[in-house]
Protein backbone atom coordinates (compact mmCIF):
# COMPACT_ATOMS: atom_id res chain seq x y z
CA UNK A 1 0.00 0.00 0.00
CA UNK A 2 1.65 3.50 -1.03
CA UNK A 3 1.54 6.72 1.01
CA UNK A 4 -1.66 8.75 0.79
CA UNK A 5 -1.88 12.26 0.45
CA UNK A 6 -3.94 14.48 2.91
CA UNK A 7 -4.21 17.30 3.87
CA UNK A 8 -2.94 18.49 7.16
CA UNK A 9 -6.26 19.74 8.68
CA UNK A 10 -7.61 16.03 7.92
CA UNK A 11 -4.68 14.37 9.95
CA UNK A 12 -5.49 12.86 13.14
CA UNK A 13 -3.70 10.95 16.16
CA UNK A 14 -1.76 7.73 15.31
CA UNK A 15 -1.32 8.52 11.74
CA UNK A 16 2.33 7.90 10.05
CA UNK A 17 3.67 11.00 8.38
CA UNK A 18 6.16 9.58 5.60
CA UNK A 19 6.33 12.99 3.24
CA UNK A 20 5.87 16.69 3.57
CA UNK A 21 4.83 19.04 0.49
CA UNK A 22 8.36 20.64 1.20
CA UNK A 23 11.76 19.40 1.49
CA UNK A 24 11.80 18.17 5.76
CA UNK A 25 15.16 20.40 6.03
CA UNK A 26 13.07 23.10 5.47
CA UNK A 27 10.77 22.68 8.87
CA UNK A 28 11.99 22.27 12.68
CA UNK A 29 11.43 17.91 12.44
CA UNK A 30 14.47 16.29 13.51
CA UNK A 31 13.18 12.82 12.15
CA UNK A 32 12.24 12.49 8.58
CA UNK A 33 9.22 10.48 8.92
CA UNK A 34 7.07 10.33 12.58
CA UNK A 35 3.73 9.54 14.68
CA UNK A 36 2.08 12.10 15.00
CA UNK A 37 1.43 12.00 19.10
CA UNK A 38 0.96 15.28 19.91
CA UNK A 39 -0.62 19.25 19.70
CA UNK A 40 2.69 20.58 18.84
CA UNK A 41 3.64 18.40 16.42
CA UNK A 42 0.11 19.13 14.29
CA UNK A 43 0.63 22.81 15.21
CA UNK A 44 4.34 23.07 13.63
CA UNK A 45 3.03 20.54 10.09
CA UNK A 46 -0.18 23.32 10.19
CA UNK A 47 3.14 26.22 10.24
CA UNK A 48 4.95 24.59 7.50
CA UNK A 49 2.38 22.55 5.31
CA UNK A 50 -0.84 22.36 3.66
CA UNK A 51 -0.76 18.27 2.93
CA UNK A 52 1.41 15.53 3.55
CA UNK A 53 1.68 11.73 2.53
CA UNK A 54 0.92 9.44 5.15
CA UNK A 55 1.33 6.10 5.32
CA UNK A 56 -1.51 3.29 6.12
CA UNK A 57 0.69 0.38 7.27
CA UNK A 58 3.04 2.16 9.80
CA UNK A 59 -0.19 3.97 11.75
CA UNK A 60 -0.18 3.17 15.95
CA UNK A 61 -3.04 3.39 17.49
CA UNK A 62 -1.85 2.35 20.74
CA UNK A 63 -1.06 5.21 21.83
CA UNK A 64 -3.58 7.49 20.98
CA UNK A 65 -5.40 8.39 23.88
CA UNK A 66 -3.00 7.16 26.04
CA UNK A 67 -3.27 9.49 29.54
CA UNK A 68 -0.79 10.00 31.98
CA UNK A 69 -0.82 11.14 35.98
CA UNK A 70 0.29 14.80 34.77
CA UNK A 71 -2.83 14.55 31.75
CA UNK A 72 -4.93 14.09 34.73
CA UNK A 73 -4.04 17.06 36.53
CA UNK A 74 -4.11 19.43 34.11
CA UNK A 75 -8.03 18.83 33.94
CA UNK A 76 -8.86 18.74 37.52
CA UNK A 77 -9.27 21.44 39.75
CA UNK A 78 -8.67 22.04 43.45
CA UNK A 79 -11.98 22.44 45.09
CA UNK A 80 -13.12 19.96 47.72
CA UNK A 81 -16.26 19.10 48.04
CA UNK A 82 -18.04 16.95 50.47
CA UNK A 83 -21.38 15.60 50.41
CA UNK A 84 -23.24 17.39 53.09
CA UNK A 85 -26.50 15.32 52.63
CA UNK A 86 -27.89 12.14 52.18
CA UNK A 87 -30.11 11.07 49.25
CA UNK A 88 -32.85 11.05 51.35
CA UNK A 89 -32.54 13.98 52.39
CA UNK A 90 -31.60 15.97 49.30
CA UNK A 91 -34.18 14.82 46.80
CA UNK A 92 -37.08 16.89 48.01
CA UNK A 93 -34.53 20.01 46.87
CA UNK A 94 -33.58 18.30 43.82
CA UNK A 95 -37.28 17.72 43.01
CA UNK A 96 -38.04 21.33 43.38
CA UNK A 97 -34.81 22.38 41.56
CA UNK A 98 -36.13 20.16 38.56
CA UNK A 99 -39.59 21.15 38.37
CA UNK A 100 -38.61 24.99 38.09
CA UNK A 101 -36.18 24.38 35.31
CA UNK A 102 -38.54 22.19 33.80
CA UNK A 103 -40.54 25.22 33.42
CA UNK A 104 -38.13 27.44 32.50
CA UNK A 105 -36.86 25.13 29.46
CA UNK A 106 -41.02 24.53 28.38
CA UNK A 107 -40.99 28.02 28.71
CA UNK A 108 -37.89 28.77 26.10
CA UNK A 109 -40.16 27.37 23.14
CA UNK A 110 -42.80 30.32 23.23
CA UNK A 111 -39.97 32.70 23.48
CA UNK A 112 -37.88 31.34 20.77
CA UNK A 113 -41.35 31.90 18.48
CA UNK A 114 -42.28 35.12 19.61
CA UNK A 115 -38.76 36.57 18.98
CA UNK A 116 -38.81 37.38 22.69
CA UNK A 117 -35.36 37.57 24.68
CA UNK A 118 -34.60 34.69 26.91
CA UNK A 119 -34.86 35.56 30.83
CA UNK A 120 -31.15 35.20 31.64
CA UNK A 121 -32.20 35.71 35.34
CA UNK A 122 -34.36 32.98 35.52
CA UNK A 123 -31.83 30.87 33.59
CA UNK A 124 -29.04 31.52 35.94
CA UNK A 125 -31.09 30.85 39.08
CA UNK A 126 -31.94 27.42 37.46
CA UNK A 127 -28.28 26.46 37.05
CA UNK A 128 -27.60 27.92 40.38
CA UNK A 129 -30.54 25.54 42.01
CA UNK A 130 -29.01 22.66 39.97
CA UNK A 131 -25.22 23.72 41.21
CA UNK A 132 -26.10 23.72 44.98
CA UNK A 133 -28.18 20.62 45.02
CA UNK A 134 -24.90 18.50 43.05
CA UNK A 135 -22.92 20.33 45.83
CA UNK A 136 -24.60 18.94 48.39
CA UNK A 137 -25.15 15.45 46.83
CA UNK A 138 -24.73 14.71 43.14
CA UNK A 139 -26.30 11.04 43.56
CA UNK A 140 -29.70 12.87 44.05
CA UNK A 141 -30.18 14.82 41.43
CA UNK A 142 -28.78 12.21 38.81
CA UNK A 143 -31.09 9.58 40.41
CA UNK A 144 -34.00 12.28 39.80
CA UNK A 145 -32.90 13.01 36.25
CA UNK A 146 -32.90 9.72 35.00
CA UNK A 147 -36.05 8.19 36.44
CA UNK A 148 -38.13 11.08 34.61
CA UNK A 149 -40.11 10.15 31.57
CA UNK A 150 -38.07 10.53 28.70
CA UNK A 151 -39.22 12.09 25.23
CA UNK A 152 -37.87 12.77 21.91
CA UNK A 153 -39.35 16.19 21.92
CA UNK A 154 -36.83 19.67 21.32
CA UNK A 155 -34.45 20.57 24.28
CA UNK A 156 -36.61 17.43 26.22
CA UNK A 157 -32.95 16.48 26.73
CA UNK A 158 -31.72 19.98 28.12
CA UNK A 159 -31.93 18.99 31.90
CA UNK A 160 -30.17 15.75 32.17
CA UNK A 161 -27.46 17.66 30.28
CA UNK A 162 -27.05 20.82 32.52
CA UNK A 163 -27.03 17.96 35.66
CA UNK A 164 -24.31 15.54 34.18
CA UNK A 165 -22.39 18.66 33.00
CA UNK A 166 -22.48 20.09 36.70
CA UNK A 167 -21.94 17.28 37.99
CA UNK A 168 -19.20 15.78 36.04
CA UNK A 169 -17.28 19.36 36.99
CA UNK A 170 -17.80 18.63 40.57
CA UNK A 171 -16.24 15.56 40.18
CA UNK A 172 -13.57 16.94 38.32
CA UNK A 173 -13.35 19.67 41.59
CA UNK A 174 -13.97 23.12 39.12
CA UNK A 175 -14.80 25.94 41.34
CA UNK A 176 -18.27 26.46 42.11
CA UNK A 177 -19.07 29.46 39.83
CA UNK A 178 -17.49 27.03 36.88
CA UNK A 179 -20.37 24.41 37.86
CA UNK A 180 -23.18 27.06 37.45
CA UNK A 181 -21.45 27.99 34.00
CA UNK A 182 -21.37 24.48 32.91
CA UNK A 183 -25.28 23.97 34.13
CA UNK A 184 -26.24 26.82 32.14
CA UNK A 185 -24.55 25.69 29.10
CA UNK A 186 -25.93 22.34 29.23
CA UNK A 187 -29.68 24.07 29.48
CA UNK A 188 -29.17 26.34 26.86
CA UNK A 189 -26.29 24.94 24.00
CA UNK A 190 -28.98 23.19 22.25
CA UNK A 191 -31.93 26.09 22.11
CA UNK A 192 -31.23 26.99 18.36
CA UNK A 193 -32.80 23.73 17.69
CA UNK A 194 -36.10 25.47 18.06
CA UNK A 195 -35.71 27.19 14.91
CA UNK A 196 -35.26 23.84 12.86
CA UNK A 197 -38.75 22.57 11.38
CA UNK A 198 -40.44 20.53 14.24
CA UNK A 199 -40.68 17.43 12.69
CA UNK A 200 -36.36 17.56 12.21
CA UNK A 201 -36.15 18.70 15.56
CA UNK A 202 -37.95 15.35 16.59
CA UNK A 203 -36.24 13.08 14.71
CA UNK A 204 -32.94 14.33 13.52
CA UNK A 205 -31.58 14.16 10.12
CA UNK A 206 -32.41 11.54 7.32
CA UNK A 207 -30.04 12.57 4.37
CA UNK A 208 -27.74 15.18 3.46
CA UNK A 209 -29.64 17.84 2.93
CA UNK A 210 -31.44 17.36 6.23
CA UNK A 211 -27.68 17.13 7.86
CA UNK A 212 -26.78 20.67 6.85
CA UNK A 213 -29.81 22.15 8.00
CA UNK A 214 -29.98 20.40 11.30
CA UNK A 215 -26.19 21.56 11.95
CA UNK A 216 -27.33 25.44 11.17
CA UNK A 217 -29.15 25.05 15.00
CA UNK A 218 -25.29 25.69 16.24
CA UNK A 219 -25.58 28.81 15.10
CA UNK A 220 -28.96 29.51 15.90
CA UNK A 221 -27.95 28.84 19.62
CA UNK A 222 -25.58 31.35 19.38
CA UNK A 223 -27.45 34.50 18.16
CA UNK A 224 -30.04 33.63 20.12
CA UNK A 225 -28.15 33.96 23.10
CA UNK A 226 -25.58 36.77 22.13
CA UNK A 227 -29.33 38.24 21.70
CA UNK A 228 -30.01 37.65 25.32
CA UNK A 229 -29.06 40.57 27.61
CA UNK A 230 -27.29 39.49 31.22
CA UNK A 231 -26.17 36.31 29.38
CA UNK A 232 -22.82 35.32 30.82
CA UNK A 233 -20.66 36.57 28.62
CA UNK A 234 -18.84 33.43 27.46
CA UNK A 235 -22.11 31.64 27.06
CA UNK A 236 -22.76 32.16 23.66
CA UNK A 237 -18.97 30.97 22.17
CA UNK A 238 -19.34 27.86 24.36
CA UNK A 239 -22.46 26.66 23.13
CA UNK A 240 -21.06 26.17 19.45
CA UNK A 241 -18.40 24.06 20.75
CA UNK A 242 -20.31 20.97 22.07
CA UNK A 243 -20.49 19.34 18.73
CA UNK A 244 -16.83 20.11 17.37
CA UNK A 245 -14.74 17.18 18.33
CA UNK A 246 -10.90 16.73 19.27
CA UNK A 247 -9.33 15.39 16.02
CA UNK A 248 -11.44 18.37 14.38
CA UNK A 249 -13.87 15.81 12.70
CA UNK A 250 -16.84 17.94 14.20
CA UNK A 251 -18.89 20.79 13.23
CA UNK A 252 -19.21 23.69 12.85
CA UNK A 253 -16.10 25.11 12.53
CA UNK A 254 -13.82 22.37 12.47
CA UNK A 255 -11.97 23.21 15.72
CA UNK A 256 -9.11 20.37 16.76
CA UNK A 257 -7.71 19.89 20.34
CA UNK A 258 -7.01 22.30 22.71
CA UNK A 259 -9.00 25.07 20.23
CA UNK A 260 -11.93 23.86 21.64
CA UNK A 261 -12.26 25.78 25.03
CA UNK A 262 -12.60 23.51 28.27
CA UNK A 263 -15.92 23.72 28.57
CA UNK A 264 -16.72 23.07 25.14
CA UNK A 265 -14.63 19.68 25.61
CA UNK A 266 -16.65 18.51 28.75
CA UNK A 267 -20.14 19.54 26.42
CA UNK A 268 -19.10 17.60 23.86
CA UNK A 269 -18.26 14.29 25.99
CA UNK A 270 -21.80 14.81 27.77
CA UNK A 271 -23.84 15.42 25.35
CA UNK A 272 -22.44 12.37 23.30
CA UNK A 273 -23.13 9.79 26.19
CA UNK A 274 -26.64 11.84 26.73
CA UNK A 275 -27.90 11.05 23.07
CA UNK A 276 -25.93 7.53 23.21
CA UNK A 277 -28.56 6.42 26.41
CA UNK A 278 -31.23 8.71 24.95
CA UNK A 279 -34.65 6.89 23.50
CA UNK A 280 -34.75 7.18 19.69
CA UNK A 281 -35.22 8.15 17.45
CA UNK A 282 -32.98 11.14 18.41
CA UNK A 283 -30.69 8.59 20.49
CA UNK A 284 -29.67 5.43 20.56
CA UNK A 285 -31.22 3.99 24.06
CA UNK A 286 -28.25 2.09 24.62
CA UNK A 287 -27.39 0.98 27.90
CA UNK A 288 -24.66 2.93 30.00
CA UNK A 289 -22.07 0.50 29.57
CA UNK A 290 -22.45 0.43 25.87
CA UNK A 291 -22.46 4.27 25.54
CA UNK A 292 -19.32 4.52 27.95
CA UNK A 293 -17.70 2.08 25.69
CA UNK A 294 -18.04 3.78 22.80
CA UNK A 295 -16.99 6.81 24.43
CA UNK A 296 -13.98 5.58 25.50
CA UNK A 297 -12.93 4.38 22.24
CA UNK A 298 -13.66 7.94 21.26
CA UNK A 299 -10.80 9.23 23.30
CA UNK A 300 -7.73 11.03 21.82
CA UNK A 301 -9.53 11.30 18.53
CA UNK A 302 -13.27 12.31 19.11
CA UNK A 303 -12.85 13.16 22.89
CA UNK A 304 -10.08 14.80 24.93
CA UNK A 305 -8.34 11.65 26.38
CA UNK A 306 -8.25 13.12 29.67
CA UNK A 307 -11.26 13.92 30.35
CA UNK A 308 -12.67 11.13 28.86
CA UNK A 309 -10.73 8.58 31.54
CA UNK A 310 -12.29 11.00 34.77
CA UNK A 311 -15.87 10.68 32.93
CA UNK A 312 -16.12 7.25 32.85
CA UNK A 313 -14.72 7.42 36.84
CA UNK A 314 -17.05 9.79 37.24
CA UNK A 315 -20.20 7.87 36.10
CA UNK A 316 -19.17 4.80 37.40
CA UNK A 317 -19.24 1.31 35.89
CA UNK A 318 -23.02 1.50 37.19
CA UNK A 319 -24.25 5.02 36.90
CA UNK A 320 -26.79 6.24 39.69
CA UNK A 321 -30.43 5.74 38.08
CA UNK A 322 -29.28 2.50 36.24
CA UNK A 323 -31.66 -0.28 35.95
CA UNK A 324 -29.79 -3.43 36.85
CA UNK A 325 -30.91 -7.39 36.82
CA UNK A 326 -29.02 -8.71 40.09
CA UNK A 327 -28.10 -12.33 40.29
CA UNK A 328 -31.23 -13.36 42.44
CA UNK A 329 -33.59 -12.70 39.38
CA UNK A 330 -34.67 -9.17 41.16
CA UNK A 331 -34.34 -5.59 39.34
CA UNK A 332 -32.80 -2.60 41.38
CA UNK A 333 -31.92 0.99 40.61
CA UNK A 334 -28.77 2.37 41.58
CA UNK A 335 -28.92 4.68 43.83
CA UNK A 336 -25.60 5.64 45.00
CA UNK A 337 -22.20 5.16 44.16
CA UNK A 338 -19.72 3.52 46.06
CA UNK A 339 -16.41 5.37 45.68
CA UNK A 340 -14.01 2.84 46.82
CA UNK A 341 -15.77 -0.08 45.57
CA UNK A 342 -17.38 1.15 41.94
CA UNK A 343 -18.87 -2.15 41.60
CA UNK A 344 -20.80 -2.37 44.64
CA UNK A 345 -23.25 0.59 44.66
CA UNK A 346 -26.08 1.40 46.60
CA UNK A 347 -29.19 0.01 45.18
CA UNK A 348 -33.06 -0.04 45.62
CA UNK A 349 -34.76 -3.28 44.48
CA UNK A 350 -37.99 -2.69 43.04
CA UNK A 351 -39.24 -6.07 40.90
CA UNK A 352 -38.78 -9.42 42.52
CA UNK A 353 -37.61 -12.62 40.58
CA UNK A 354 -40.86 -13.17 38.78
CA UNK A 355 -41.32 -9.24 37.31
CA UNK A 356 -43.81 -8.34 40.30
CA UNK A 357 -43.42 -4.61 41.36
CA UNK A 358 -42.06 -4.94 45.69
CA UNK A 359 -43.49 -2.51 48.00
CA UNK A 360 -42.13 -1.26 50.14
CA UNK A 361 -38.69 -1.10 48.11
CA UNK A 362 -35.83 -2.90 49.36
CA UNK A 363 -32.57 -0.62 50.08
CA UNK A 364 -29.11 -2.58 49.74
CA UNK A 365 -25.45 -1.73 50.02
CA UNK A 366 -23.49 -3.92 48.31
CA UNK A 367 -20.08 -3.33 49.45
CA UNK A 368 -22.06 -4.61 52.80
CA UNK A 369 -22.28 -7.84 50.78
CA UNK A 370 -25.56 -8.65 51.44
CA UNK A 371 -26.38 -12.27 51.38
CA UNK A 372 -28.95 -13.47 48.61
CA UNK A 373 -28.53 -17.06 50.47
CA UNK A 374 -26.36 -17.92 52.89
CA UNK A 375 -23.24 -18.81 50.87
CA UNK A 376 -23.79 -16.33 48.16
CA UNK A 377 -23.83 -12.41 48.47
CA UNK A 378 -25.82 -9.92 46.08
CA UNK A 379 -24.14 -8.57 42.95
CA UNK A 380 -25.15 -7.09 39.77
CA UNK A 381 -25.49 -9.26 36.59
CA UNK A 382 -25.85 -6.59 33.91
CA UNK A 383 -27.27 -3.20 33.22
CA UNK A 384 -30.87 -3.06 31.50
CA UNK A 385 -32.18 -0.14 29.27
CA UNK A 386 -32.63 2.94 31.17
CA UNK A 387 -36.93 2.71 30.08
CA UNK A 388 -37.20 -0.88 31.18
CA UNK A 389 -38.69 0.24 34.79
CA UNK A 390 -40.80 2.79 35.24
CA UNK A 391 -40.66 4.63 38.79
CA UNK A 392 -42.09 7.74 39.71
CA UNK A 393 -39.46 10.02 41.75
CA UNK A 394 -41.87 11.73 44.18
CA UNK A 395 -42.33 7.37 45.41
CA UNK A 396 -38.95 7.03 46.17
CA UNK A 397 -38.28 7.40 50.08
CA UNK A 398 -42.07 7.32 50.71
Same mark, same amino acid.
Given at each position: ???????????????????????????????????????? @???????????????? /???????????? =?????????????? /?????? +??????????????????????????????????????????? !?? +?????????? *??????????????????? +????????????????????????? *??????????? /??????????????? &???????? +???????????? /???????????????????????????????????????? !??????????????????????????????????????? @??????????????????? =????????????????????????????? &????? *???????????? &???????????????????? *?
Amino acid at each position: MGFREIPVENLTFGMFVAKLDRPWTETPFVFQGFVLKSER @QFSTLKQYCKHVFVDP /EREDRVDVGKVT =AADIAKVRGNTVYR /EVSSVE +VELPRAQKAYTNTTVLVNELSRVVETGSSLDSSRSKQAAVQIT !DS +VVRNPDAMAL *LTRLQEKSGASLSRAVEVS +VMMTIFGRFLQLPQERLEILGMLGL *LQDVGKLKLPS /ELAARGPANAEEIAL &YQAHVGHS +VRILSDTPGIPA /ELPGLASLHHERFDGSGYPRGLKGTAIAFPGLIAGIVDAF !DTLTAPKPLGDNLTPSNALSIIYKGRGTLFHPALVEQFI @QCVGVFPVGSVVELNSGEV =AIVTGQNMVRRMQPRIMVVKDAQGNPLAP &YKMLD *LMKEPKVRPDEP &YRILRTLEYDSVKIDPRELY *L
